[in-house]
């Protein structure tokens, strides 16, 4: 990512001035898809692909805007009938919309921005850019917000002014990143830890289906239920159970038959996949990568099989990599479509590309996108 380019477009745009530069990254899971609103664990990542901005306050009451990728450029007020219709402007409208309800004396500012996240590859170029302008603005106007209420603005800016109603999990990765370390996230108590992640010898690749399933809302929304179906019936004879991950298997064997088929399988998926995050980060405690390959081959069976959240395109990416060896490969993110995750040894990485993209092709018309990804900081100022 070029600072000097976001530079160079900024002062163009705002009569040679200069400002300071933020940045903040996208981020990938390693493991724990689905477990968020089961009260679990989640695993992410900060990687080194982010959004990039120059900001330079104007002592106006006026935010002046340049998207340099989209070319576009937006003026907006910081009350809040002043919101812009671009949706790339209202993002970082609501980052300033929530700063100011949080009591930080947000003024205006000049600000141009570029990213190198792949926009619908699932590393979450959204949050990285709400991180960016969090981060930025509570430093440039002497906010006092602690990181984890930086996190929870770029939530609150999907949730009211950009009509997404995410978890926290993609701005707590991207406010919170550290190179060589992945994080584990108790959704529940959002209590954190870091987790050794240097994969010497290995590379962490992405392969992007490039296929987006639209019943992907409605289907989600179906697992949810079915998820809480389980958890009141386990409740009956367990009155603590809150979220699934407060159940064990013999509980949830224990009302078989009281739920649906469809429900059961939906929960036992569920309740491996949190324990699978845990033994993942015993894993990594002890540098044992064959393991946490196993533990995200395991991931994609149960997306695939038990959940029914993968499609054609992601799991003949995931049979690809089982055939040239990959150590670990499952889909990430939510499903119905998006990018695969693999961990590679050195030594099988130019083969296993070379075949994937030449079998996909074949098979669907179309190459696969290829990412590769390095673990990395998050949100900072870099000038």
Known sequence: MDIEYVRSRFTKHFDGTTGFVYASPGRINLIGEHTDYNGGFVFPGAIDKGMIAEIKPNGTKKVLAYSIDLKDYVEFGLNEEDAPHASWARYIFGVCREMIKRGVKVEGFNTAFAGDVPLGAGMSSSAALESTYAFALNELFNGNIDKFELAKVGQATEHNYCGVNCGIMDQFASVFGKAGSLIRLDCRSLEYQYFPFKPEGYRLVLLDSVVKHELASSAYNKRRQSCETAVAAIKKNHPTVEFLRDATMDMLKAVKDEITAEDYMRSEYVIEEIQRVLDVCDALEVGDYETVGQKMYETHHGMSKL??????????????????????SRVMGGGFGGCTINLVKDELYDNFIATAEKAFTEKFGRSPKVYDVVIGDGSRRIL
């Open 307 to 328: 959940y029914e959240v993968s499609c054609e395109e992601l799991d003949f990416l995931n049979d690809c990599a089982k055939e040239c060896g990959v150590t670990g």
